[in-house]
């Protein structure tokens, strides 16, 4: 197996490390079925087979339909879209821990 060139990936998504790092959040038991091979991120979101990088500028990205046909209610999203839903991207971590970081002083 190759490491992908980054010209090789799809598209990307402009989010800072201190938002997603996938290091952090593939490799843990709260996320099952990814691989991490030298510093790409394999992995499969609904019908997808997704091949994930990070660097400074954010998540680089490519994909693979694994089957045919529209049996995922959840098609109908755009890929850019379907990752930032996996992701959880419409929450700003740095938001919610200034929140939380307010509401408990300890």
Request: charged share 25%.
């Amino acid at each position: 197996m190759r490491n992908l060139l980054y010209n090789e990936f799809k598209s990307h998504l402009p989010v800072q490390f201190s938002e997603v790092n996938l290091d952090k959040i593939l490799a843990t038991g709260q996320v099952f079925r990814w691989r991490k091979f030298e510093e790409t991120w394999f992995g499969v979101i609904r019908n997808r087979l997704w091949i994930l990088r990070q660097d400074a500028s954010g998540i680089h990205y490519t994909f693979h339909n694994l089957k045919d046909g529209n049996s995922d209610a959840n098609e109908s999203l755009m890929p850019a879209e379907e990752l930032s839903d996996y992701l959880n991207l419409s929450h700003k971590l740095s938001e919610m821990t200034k929140l939380w970081t307010r509401s408990d002083p300890h």
